[in-house]
Structures are given as structure tokens and as C-alpha cells.
């Protein structure tokens, strides 16, 4: 808890009213990137707290949309559509599909991990299931020349899953933010340049 509250990114978000640290590490990522423009749709995985959708609602601005899933409760925010529910479920996926009235996807985001047990055997694989969905997501909902931002754990899976998305997507680069604590084994897959089938 003490590293909690001591980190800089921690003090930083309340001060700047963000609802989380991981704001900064999509911040950084979309100031090297250029991810996030005006009017853009865009589906947030594992939104609670809000932190990315935030970010995400106050830069595609008004005539963009930001539909935001996860299993935990989220408080609402200003132009975001909030589905709470495991969007592997077909009714959750379904709820997200019917907020998108058939609106081409340019993004596909997921800061998505599971509950760590501190064991790599039982957590690496969890965490690998969770980007494996977030990418079918993204084959299932991207236009054309989208893009998928995804949180990874390094480790087994890791060089398997890289090769996939380099099926589907024209470049793949990693990204370790700062806000991304040093010793900690995620890194940010951005996949650009979706190609449908």
C-alpha cells in the first residue's frame, strides 16, 4: 500500500483528476503514436476504474464514441457507454455490438489482466487467454486499418501471440510506458493497420 501512495503517478492522478495511474500509460502511448483522434470509435476492455476511457472520451471528443466493458462496476463518465458483464458472454458481447449501431471500430483497447495469484504457472496463461479474446474482439469489430492496444505479460505465450497479430495487422510495435512499474513483466502490444480477411 506505502508504494501505492508514495508513486508519482498515483499523486500525479489525483492532482489531475484521473481516475487511475494507468492514464499516463496511455497518454504516453498515444503521444509517441498518435493513437486517439477526433470522432473515432473506440471499445475499451477492462475499463474500471475509467482511467483509459477517460482519456480515450475527452480526445475523440463529441462526435466520437467510447463503449467500455469489464466484470467490475465503473462510475459512469461523460460520453462513455458503460456494459458491465464478461464480454466473452454472448449477451455482453451482444450489448457492446448494439452500442456500436454498426459504426466502423478504429480502436480496440485492453488493459485487461486477471486476479494474480503470484504464481506464473496459473497467471501467465490466464493473462494470455484475456489478450487471445481481445484480439479476436478486434478481428470481429475493427475497420479496415484499425488498431488494437493490448496489455501483455511477458513470458510463455508471449512470442506465439506477437506472430498472430502480425497476421492481422501490418505493424507491431511494443511499448513499456513509464507509468509502467520497472519491475513489472506487461508491456503495450500496439497492433496498427488491421487487415480484414
Sequence with gaps: MKEHF??????????????SRA???????????KLLRPGMTIIDLGAAPGGWSQIAAEKVGSQGRVIA????????????TFIQGDFTEETVLNAILERLENRPVDLVMSDMAPNMSGMAAIDQPQAMYLVELAL?????????????LVKVFQGEGFDSYLKELRTSFKRVVTRKPGASRARSREVYLLAEGFRSS
Design 6 to 19: 508514495d508513486d508519482q503517478y498515483v499523486k500525479q492522478s489525483w492532482q489531475d483528476g484521473y481516475r
Design 23 to 33: 492514464s499516463y500509460k496511455l497518454l504516453e502511448i498515444d503521444d509517441k503514436d
Design 69 to 80: 466493458s469489464d466484470i467490475l462496476e465503473m462510475d459512469s463518465l461523460a460520453d462513455v
Design 136 to 148: 479476436e474482439l478486434a478481428r470481429e469489430t475493427l475497420s479496415p486499418g484499425g488498431n488494437l
